[in-house]
């Protein structure tokens, strides 16, 4: 496989998970618990998915610096900053979210559920956006 290649697949993974984590949230707004449980852990397998390319490639290719200057560099690294910091308490936040819900601790479940949702919809929203600004925005 081109592992150049790897950004591309991994935008898509963190869109595909934006998705299914909206669909989630929706499924269980509507009381659909067994669809809410099936669509959240298939977010969950895409971003684990995204992890495992994402750190692939950065093993092979180290660190890419981003084109721009003025205003849009600090824009880009702004949603930078903030996206790392959070993308690095998504798999502890999801984890225990989706351990609480399999062992049927709803109301624990919940209660952590109303931060991990928000901050792992952002990550992955913001995944892409950086995806965008670094490899698809002539700078």
């Known amino acids: 496989m081109d592992i150049s290649l790897l950004p591309s697949i991994n935008a898509g993974l963190n869109a595909t998970a934006a998705v299914f984590l909206v ?12 669809a809410h449980r099936a669509v959240m852990l298939t977010a969950l ?10 750190l692939t490639y950065h093993y092979h290719t180290g660190s890419t610096r981003f084109p721009g200057t003025g205003v849009v560099r600090t824009i880009y690294l702004s949603i930078l900053l903030t996206h790392t910091v959070l993308a690095a308490t998504v798999p502890f936040l ?28 952002y990550v992955s929203v913001t995944g892409v956006v950086i995806y965008w600004m670094l490899y698809r925005i002539s700078w």
């Open 94 to 121: 999801a984890g225990v979210t989706v351990y609480r819900a399999l062992r049927g601790r709803f109301d624990k479940h919940r209660a952590i559920a109303r931060w991990t949702l928000p901050i792992w919809l």
């Open 45 to 54: 397998a895409c971003s684990v998915l995204f992890l495992t390319s994402y």
């Open 23 to 34: 669909l989630g949230y929706v499924l269980i707004r509507r009381g659909k618990r067994n």
